[in-house]
């Protein structure tokens, strides 16, 4: 019971039992046969043998839902031993007591009288191994009215055992169960305080915020060892995506428990705790059922914080990209503020320049540089009207518009950075076209949006080719570019909102999406056609205004 309530392992407890009983008993053999969670184990610690103690699993068999110590044909002694527990003995048998306990002086004769045809056909020589002990006793350990084991008392001695040995013993098993289960007790509960530990030390690790994902991850690893029961030789890896993260001295050995780590039903890897020497036979090879429930935890945790990092990820880069879209619809706000302050004292500069040049006394100095200020304010006039344009001060409003006017226009802005980057712009523009029924602010938008990715397209410089053409129905654009292209995978994507392959800073993803928006909403549809390394074309199509009715 002392023994028993330090949790000792299932090998170790049933060594010392049988140690003790030997000792006690005077025995030259004590053999033990326990079921525990459905396995049969033996124990047997014998005064001639090196080493004196043996444990072992049992092969078992299945007989009618009942799982049973499989012994050899040729065991007699085994036989026999097992049919003493499983009460299956012929009734001429002498037991002693009716909890089914058995002895005998002489076990050669006993077993010449159980096996009777066996032994008469056979080699005798076979039971020269059983025929090493001449007394035995076998006693049922019994828990809640089933047999779950035996012990066996053996001596070389002839009639070494008494009848009051025998009920002794049978008293004794009671205490043994009591122990037996105590010492379950108490590893269970030893191993729930590793497993919360270790849960602990992972919950640790995640709510220390500020650490990376494999940072976490090497710190989990790290907190393996100590929670299996030879942390001496234990050492763990956990691999995610390929990544390896290990123990100082991890080896990777036959004995070790896995357990795969599954991300929304994706295997991504594995967690995994070797033991550098063999050890004796557990639950699962020389682990604890508790370690497997431990290792799966581990791995559905990680696994849990695979996917809560991601989405936190995906969250700050939509965070990002919101601040910048944020920042860009202000920036466009406020320049159409500007622009609109903008206008009065240009038109005033304008006005009084015109005036400075009507004057016909003027040095001729002073009339050329009036000259020059009415023209740089004609400039500043048309760039502030375009700048109110894009910023879409006015609401959208469906006119009847001539495509090629807003492409036009629209190039105006485009035309000299383009010529800084080093891109040729050809035009071919058709001769004349429908009208289409469109806002022109929101179609000049998706000129600029769809000509701003081709200039970002080619940063070498190249060629933009700008196309409008009819059909019976619509009349389309088309802008194409010689630049990077794109992959399949990124032509699928390209319209979604905050797709993007650009830089923070550079990109939004939000520019394709709009246009896409805007085309929708024009009743229209886009078209991408995309070879890697050689271009990319984008082609608008819009249906032709209908012939111009009583309405406008
Ligand atoms: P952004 O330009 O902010 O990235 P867009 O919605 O305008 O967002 O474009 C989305 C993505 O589509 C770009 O990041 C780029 O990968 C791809 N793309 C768009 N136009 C082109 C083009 N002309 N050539 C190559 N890739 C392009
Ligand atoms: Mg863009």
């Known amino acids: 019971m002392q023994l028993a309530m330090r949790g000792p392992l299932r ?292 696994a849990l914080i695979v996917e809560r990092k991601h989405t936190e990820g995906e969250k700050a880069r939509l965070q990002e990209q919101l601040r910048h879209a944020d920042r860009l619809a202000t920036i466009g706000q406020l320049s159409a503020g500007v622009a609109h302050e903008l206008n009065e004292p240009i038109g005033s500069i304008l006005g009084f320049a015109q005036l400075i040049e009507k004057n016909p006394r003027l040095p001729e100095q002073v009339e050329q540089d009036a000259v020059k200020i009415k023209k740089a304010s004609l400039h500043a006039r048309e760039v502030i009207k375009k700048l109110m344009l894009f910023a879409r001060q006015t609401p959208p409003q469906k006119i009847r518009v001539d495509l090629n006017q807003i492409v036009d226009e629209g190039l105006y802005f485009l035309e000299s950075r383009c010529a800084k980057e080093g891109i040729r712009v050809e035009r071919k523009l058709a001769g004349s076209l429908p009208k289409i029924h469109a806002d022109p602010a929101q179609m000049t938008q998706v000129l600029v949006n769809v000509v701003v990715n081709a200039i970002q397209a080619m940063p070498g410089g190249g060629k933009l080719t700008i196309q409008t053409r009819a059909s019976k129905k619509t009349v389309s654009l088309a802008i194409k570019d010689t630049g990077a292209g794109m992959d399949e995978k990124i032509k699928k994507q390209v319209f979604l909102p905050f797709f993007t392959t650009k830089d923070i800073g550079h990109g939004t993803g939000l520019g394709l999406a709009v246009v896409h928006g805007i085309v929708t909403s024009h009743r229209g549809s886009i078209d991408v056609r995309s070879a890697l390394g050689k271009g990319t074309t984008f082609e608008v199509s819009l249906p032709i205004a209908e012939a111009r009715g009583g309405k406008e």
């Open 11 to 302: 090998t170790e407890f049933l060594n010392e039992v049988s140690r003790i009983l030997m000792e006690f008993s005077g025995c030259d053999s004590v053999e033990m046969w326990l079921k525990e969670r459905g396995r049969y184990y033996r124990g047997e610690v014998n005064r001639s043998k090196k080493p004196r103690f043996r444990f072992e699993m049992m092969p078992t068999e299945e007989e009618e839902g009942r799982i049973l110590p499989r012994v050899e044909d040729k065991d007699l002694l085994g036989r026999l031993c097992r049919d003493i527990m499983l009460r299956r003995t012929d009734a001429f048998l002498p037991f002693l007591t009716p909890a089914g306990g058995f002895l005998t002086g002489d076990i050669s004769s006993t077993l010449q009288q159980v096996f009777d045809n066996e032994v008469k056909t056979e080699d005798s020589g076979r039971f020269l191994q059983a025929g090493q002990f001449s007394s035995l006793a076998v006693i049922p350990i019994s828990m809640e009215a089933e047999n779950i084991g035996l012990l066996q008392l053996k001596s070389k001695t002839s009639d070494f055992l008494s009848r009051n040995d025998v009920e002794f013993y049978e008293s004794l098993i009671q205490t043994l169960v009591s122990a037996l289960i105590h010492r379950r007790t108490q590893v269970e509960l030893r191993e729930r305080i590793k497993e919360l530990t270790c849960m602990y030390g992972i919950a640790k690790l995640v709510e220390g915020s500020g650490l990376t994902l494999s940072e976490i991850v090497q710190g989990i690893v790290e907190l393996l060892p100590p929670a299996w029961v030879y942390p001496d030789v234990a050492s763990a890896r956990i691999i995610l995506d390929g990544n390896s993260f290990v123990t100082d001295r991890f080896r990777e050995s036959d004995y070790r428990q896995v357990a795969d780590l599954m991300v929304e039903g994706e295997k991504r890897g594995t967690v995994e705790v070797n033991y550098s020497e063999d050890k004796p036979e557990l639950d699962e090879g020389p682990f604890l059922l508790e370690e497997r429930r431990l290792i799966d935890t581990i791995a559905r945790e990680v």
